[in-house]
């Protein structure tokens, strides 16, 4: 089956700073990508997705990358702000989105 | 628009006694249905999904069972809970065809002692 590593699991950055998640994943046949933000105590929600046809995709300040040949995929958070503070998934699946492999989590902290 | 509920949002159980987790989606049919966990600073671990009535896969071996007795609802039971049931219970539902995002319930926080 599929599997996704999440590195790293914990990443500290300034406010204004940017942020880099990084993701792998083993199944060459999964073709959607997605980012979920989950806040403490709350449900994850989805930040952006990027499908295995694209390489890039942007929405103000994040950003996702796809190298489809490395297999591996990264989230980029520009001027990040402290509301930016919270754990981070990458999934990947093929054909069924909400039939994820997700990565253990990334947990952000923005300080002020 | 859509929505999904679940309840309850904690629980705290005892050893050995049942479980039910109830997920119900509203404002759209034949929605493909998830049950997932979630352990303290772990990611998301797909337990059961169903593509349709009285259809449920099972991804892992464990104490759970779901059913889905109607279109838009989804059920997570236990006969007798374990300690290592402890855990965050998220429902979830995605379109049925397709490969778009899946959108989440708000989480049982459920507690065995």
């Known amino acids: 089956g599929e599997n996704v590593e999440q590195h790293p699991s914990t990443l500290s950055v300034q406010e204004g700073d940017s942020a880099v998640i990084k993701c792998t994943y083993s199944?060459?046949?999964?073709?959607?990508f997605p980012w979920y933000k989950q806040e403490l105590g709350k449900r994850p929600q989805l930040i952006i997705d990027i499908r295995s046809n694209v390489g890039e995709k942007k929405d103000q300040r994040i950003a996702v990358t796809l190298n489809k040949t490395a297999k591996h995929f990264s989230l980029h958070i520009t001027e990040t702000q402290p509301e930016d503070s919270a754990v981070y998934f990458c999934a990947a699946s093929r054909g069924n989105a909400g039939k994820s492999t997700f990565g253990d989590g990334t947990t952000l902290t923005v300080k002020p | 628009s859509q929505t999904i509920h679940q309840w309850p949002a904690t629980l705290v159980q005892p050893v050995g006694s049942p479980l039910s987790l109830e997920c119900t989606v509203e404002g759209t049919s034949n929605p493909n249905l998830y049950w997932y966990r979630q352990a303290a600073g772990r990611g998301l671990q797909l337990l059961f999904y169903s593509v349709g009535i009285g259809q449920i896969s099972s991804e892992v071996p464990q104490n759970l069972s779901a059913s889905r007795p109607q279109d838009r609802q989804f059920i997570l039971s236990s006969k007798k809970l374990l300690l290592s049931d402890s855990g965050f219970y998220l429902c979830?539902?995605?379109?049925?065809?397709?490969?778009?995002?899946?959108?989440f319930g708000q989480g049982t926080r459920l507690t065995v002692v």
């Open positions: 979830a539902w995605s379109v049925g065809r397709g490969n778009t995002e899946a959108f």
């Open positions: 199944d060459s046949a999964s073709n959607y």
